[in-house]
Structure formats: C-alpha cells, structure tokens
C-alpha cells in the first residue's frame, strides 16, 4: 500500500501542468530557409571588368529553395521567433520530417522538446536549429514542420514546404565476364544537367569507386597506369636521366583532363575489376544473376557543394549461349557458363522439379546437362606442334550417365585433334560428378581460331550434346620459319 506522502508530488506535478494549460501563450512564428552555398553573380551590362577577369567578384544570394540534386546534403534553418512583447510562448516543440517519394523520415533537431531550456520563449525572443538529410530519391519532396505549443490546451501550427529533387549525373553499368570467378564492369557517367549561362551546370568528379557485394573484391583499372608500367630497358635508361633532371610540368590539356570535370552532355567511363575474394569463391565462381556491388561517386559543384551517387545493384550477366547451339554466339574460354549451368541445375533441385507457369521450357541445364571446360589452356601454339590440354567434364544432371567424349574432326578448323579423337569416360556421378582427361592438339594453319567440335554421347541412349567452342588460340610459325623468312627478304632487297 502507497503511503500518503508518496502521491503528494504526482498531484504537485498534475496541477502545475493543469495551470501551464490555461495559462496565456503568445502564437509562436516559423521562420525556415535552406541552406546553401550562393552563386557568383552576372556582371550587369555595360559594367567595366578585367580582360582576365570574366565573371564579377560579387556574390549573389538565393531567392528560393533552388536546384537540389541527389547525392546533395539538404540542410535547412529552422526559427521559431516570438512576436509579442508581454507573453511567453510556453511548451515549445517543433518537430520536422521529410517526406520523400517513398517514406517519410524523421529529422532530429534540438527543438524536439527534449531540452527544458528551449519550451518557454521569452517575450521578443527566439530559438533556432539546423536540420540535415541527404537526399538519395528523386522526385518531389517535402519538408513538413510542425510547432507545437500550450495556450489553453495543445495547439499546433503546420507547414510545408515543397522541393524537387533532380539527377545531376546518370550513371549506367556494362558488365562483361573474364572468367568464371571474375567479371569487368564498366561505369559509364554522364553529366545530364542544363547548361547555364553563367557556367553552372559543370562538376568535378573527385573520386570514383566500387562497393564489391560480400565475399568479392573490386580493383580499378587505369590504362594510363597499365600502359606506363610496360617499359623496355631504352624507356628505363631516359627514366633515370630524366629523375637527374626537373621533372617536366603537365600541360594545361593534361591537367584539366586529369582534374575529373564534366561540363553538361559530357561522359567519363570507369573500369573496375571484380573478382572472387576467396579460394571458397571462387570454387563456387559468379553465376547469372549474382551480385556484384555497386559503383559510387564523389562530386563537387561550382561553389564547393558535394554529393555522392550510388548506382544500382549491378548483376552478373547471362553468357552468350542460346537455345539453339548451332546458332548461338561465340562462347569464349572460362565466360562463365559452366557456372551457370552448375546454379540452374541446383536452383531447379531446391523446388524438386516443379516448374512454374511463367518459367521458359528448357533451361540452362537442361540445355547442357554435361559441360566440358579447357584447364588453363595454351593462349597460343606453335605450328605443327602438339599441345596437351586437360579438360573437365562434370555432370548438372540428375542420373549417373555412361559418357563418351567425341572430338569430330570435320566440325574442327585450324586446330585438330590428335590421336584418339573418341575417348570412353565411363560413368560419371549426378549433381556436379567430374573427370578430367587429356586430349592432344595440333595445328595446321597459322592465324586465331577457336577450338570446336566437341560432343558428348551418352552411351546409354545415345544422346548428343554439342559444346560450344571450347577455348580460342593464337597459332605463330616457328621461329626458324620467320627468320627464313626475313632473311629471304633481306637477299631480295639486296638483289
């Protein structure tokens, strides 16, 4: 049981806030302005400047919320002043959202009502406060303010203030696949803001990067570092005279290429490398469909704003295979499509075959049930050399199959097989079984060709299942061959 003295400050506490109730409160007023950096103002017509000077030294104001971006900070002023000069605005709070496109978010301020001190505004007086978002939508937005104050009871004043939320840059994504494991994503960015007559309207790029998805790694390639690092003994030689001497300065051309500027309908690509973080991930390699990551940039404007951008998710694309083997395009050596072939089967495994409506007939699996993948093959060859390659046949399917390999020479061109062309493999496990075997290449013409005419038979049924090519090859004549050559061409010349 309570003791008496115990509800004596609740009843204290409830009759102090009973009389601040009733008691007289001036109407407070809102004051809000955003934020932002001016702009450089128009020299006026007739106006004397510098012939080295051609924009005017003085500043101009913002008249209105003005051109916000995505990637921008949007920050705003908030005032809430009191006009009377005898009453008090009591049990001040002021709570701020901003609604954008798709959800309404709550921006934290110091007029929140959690600070005693700012509840009560004196006669004449006011308190402030500054609020901050970044902006990541696009569309209208609205900031909603909302001032809460007592004056015979709760009462609330409210208003709202609407924005449009522009893209400054768009950002699109190629990705191309290097291997199983491994993939180039292009970054391709475009600066789509309105060229303006007092030169807004350009920015500078000052960073760009890769977010690479969980168990990836993302590298930026820079041809310009690439194709410097590839030096012969003559470029080392100048190198270190020129380390005697000053350093040369870049020219004007090369310093604003290098400084990232991009004026309105300009476009800058980026290459970026992403690749399995992991030996477990790279075991397992980037299938159709997987997440790659997302690029992002830092830019700056005119007058020293920034914003980041992110772009979307970016995905693994699908290898160039079609249905229709005999028709589909070139599939180059490690493109990734024994991996997707190994995700189908097992994402068609995990619904137990079931198949929905909307689903095309004849997946990826089904289409090649038995993959046969070259094992670090040769780049190039030497004429009328025989070449060892090893090469890897796993089972997608469901059932052990007996498996024969075939190596059909009218379906090869340049580079033949040599020996047995038809090899027995015997039985192979379901679900992702493999063995390895080697075949003996030969080339007979000089030139690139790729390495075709790969079939597997299943010895059971007889089916035939038609790889594509396996791998491409560069064929080079033998170095006595070329150096009879030149020679020969030296004896003509001296004829």
Request: include cysteine; proline fraction near 6%.
């Amino acid at each position: 049981m309570a003791s008496p003295n115990s509800s004596q400050p609740l009843a204290a506490s409830a009759t102090a806030s009973a009389i601040d109730d009733i008691l007289p409160s001036a109407t407070p007023t809102l004051k809000v302005m955003r934020l932002q950096a001016p702009q450089l103002g128009q020299p006026s017509a007739g106006a004397l400047l510098s012939p080295t000077h051609l924009l005017s030294s003085n500043l101009l104001l913002p008249d209105s919320f003005g051109v916000i971006h995505v990637g921008e900070t949007f920050s705003a002023y908030l005032g809430v002043l009191n006009p009377s000069s005898d009453l008090p605005v009591r049990g001040l709070t002021v709570t701020v959202q901003l609604q954008t496109p798709s959800r309404r978010i709550i921006l934290p301020s110091r007029l929140d009502g959690t600070d005693a001190s700012l509840k009560d505004i004196q006669p004449g007086g006011g308190v402030d406060s500054i609020v901050s978002r970044r902006l990541e939508e696009v569309g209208q937005h609205i900031l909603r303010v909302e001032v809460g104050y007592m004056a015979n009871g709760a009462k609330t004043l409210r208003k709202f203030y609407r924005f449009n939320v522009t893209v400054p840059l768009n950002i699109t994504e190629t990705v191309v696949r290097k291997g199983d494991a491994s993939c180039l994503v292009s970054i391709t960015v475009e600066n789509v803001m309105e060229k303006q007559s007092s030169g807004g309207g350009a920015v500078t790029i000052s960073s760009v990067g890769f977010e690479p998805h969980s168990g990836l790694v993302a590298e930026q390639i820079n041809i310009e570092e690439d194709s410097q690092g590839e030096t012969t003994e003559t470029d080392d030689i100048m190198t270190a005279r020129s380390d005697l001497s000053a350093s040369p300065r870049k020219s004007t051309v090369e310093l604003y290429d290098s400084c990232g500027r991009l004026e309105p309908g300009e476009i800058n690509r980026y290459l970026f490398s992403v690749t399995a973080g992991s030996e477990a991930a790279a075991l397992r390699g980037i299938a159709f469909g997987d997440e790659l990551g997302r690029a992002y940039l830092i830019y700056y404007k005119a007058m020293g704003e920034s914003g980041k951008l992110f772009s979307s998710m970016v995905v693994c694309p699908p290898t160039s295979f079609a249905e229709s083997i005999s028709q589909s395009n070139f599939v180059v050596h490690r493109s990734g499509l024994s991996v997707d072939v190994a995700a189908a089967s097992a994402q068609r495994s995990s619904s137990s075959g079931r198949r929905s409506s909307n689903e095309s007939p004849g997946s990826l699996d089904e289409l090649l049930p038995v993959t046969v993948e070259p094992i670090e093959p040769p780049s190039t060859m030497k004429l009328s050399i025989p070449e060892k390659v090893a090469l890897l046949i796993v089972n997608h399917s469901s059932q052990s199959m007996n498996l024969q390999l075939q190596m059909r020479l009218p379906n090869m061109n340049g580079v033949v097989v040599c020996g047995p062309s038809f090899v027995n493999l015997g039985d192979v496990p379901p679900s992702g079984g493999s063995c390895t075997i080697d075949v003996n290449l030969i080339a007979l013409v000089a030139g690139l060709f790729s390495v075709q005419g790969c079939y597997i038979v299943d010895m059971t049924n007889g089916l035939e299942i038609k790889q594509p090519a396996l791998f491409d090859v560069f064929v080079e004549l033998p170095e006595n061959v070329n150096e009879e050559k030149k020679s020969g061409t030296e004896d003509m010349m001296d004829f």
